[in-house]
């Protein structure tokens, strides 16, 4: 840039200047020398046409004409820096993580602690039955029930999920049985003699069926042990524990803000699993 133009450098190091009222305290600022700043300066007098500063030995006074040039000024950089600041932000990495129902509901109260060691991700939740499609990027984190046989995506076992059978102190004595595939339901459907008292679509719904007092519920232990007001009635049912998996695309889990979401969360759902068997 020519030192006899004007442009938006020369205004925000005037605006340094004015403030300083020198050359000192504006070259510490802005990192250009004092020499720098005072040809700047005098190029912008030539460019607008005004009597800017007063020099004397003591620094740089504003003249007349100087303070209306300096409320301008400043209140345009206060309007156009935020524009400026947005668009030098580091963008944020989406992190998409997917569980199931009961297992994001149990990482709830962890997510601001996963958010807080990943600053860098946008976090966007994915709660869901059935499994999101890894290698197809709609998810970059997975939890999920079993290790993944696809090539390309990476693994890590986090522990066992338990399920039990809960209910109220005062509940009657059926279950209460959702209706859907899954191996807790499943399981119920296969036990002779077994008194069903309710049906219900959702496992979220049977358990707060089961808080009415209505039947007995299975439920994963680390939701069960985790219900106020609801007790272990049905010991451990071994047959329904499976283990559980923290997958993600292999190329995916380099990401620094994937590799971060991805050692919170583990160490999150390892704490949730250990203290609910």
């Known amino acids: 840039m020519s030192e006899t133009n004007s442009d938006w450098n020369d205004l925000k190091f005037f605006l340094a200047v004015a ?127 079993q290790r993944p046989e696809r090539t390309g995506l990476a693994c890590r076992k986090v522990g066992t999920v338990a399920f039990a059978g809960y209910a109220t102190d005062d509940a009657v004595q059926g279950w209460i049985r959702v209706t859907s595939k899954a191996p807790s339901a499943r399981w119920l459907a296969d036990q ?25 519920v299975i439920l994963p232990c680390f939701i069960g042990e985790r219900t106020p007001g609801l007790v272990r009635v049905h010991p451990r049912i071994r047959d329904l524990d499976h283990e559980q998996w923290l997958v993600s695309h292999d190329e995916d889990r380099f990401i620094p803000a994937v590799r971060k979401v991805l050692d919170a969360t583990y160490t999150a759902l390892g704490l949730i699993l250990k203290t609910s068997e």
Do not use: C
């Open 192 to 216: 002779i003699d077994t008194e069903i008292t309710l049906e219900a679509n959702a496992p979220r719904l049977a358990r707060d069926l089961a808080l009415q007092g209505l039947g007995r």
């Open 19 to 145: 403030r300083h009222s020198g050359l000192s305290g504006a070259a510490r600022q802005t990192g250009l020398s004092a020499a720098t700043l005072g040809r700047r300066m005098q190029a912008l007098e030539q460019a607008t046409g005004i009597e800017i500063f007063r020099r004397h030995a003591r620094g740089y006074d504003l003249t007349e004409q100087g303070e209306a040039l300096f409320a301008r000024v400043a209140a345009l950089d206060a309007e156009v820096r935020p524009l400026f600041d947005r668009q030098n932000m580091r963008p944020l990495t989406l992190v998409k993580l997917s569980g199931g129902h009961w297992t994001l509901h149990a990482l709830a109260p962890h997510i601001p602690q996963i958010a807080k060691s990943a600053p860098d991700a946008m976090l966007r939740l994915i709660s869901a039955t059935d499994h999101m499609k890894i290698n197809h990027r709609e998810a970059v984190i997975g939890i999920r029930n």
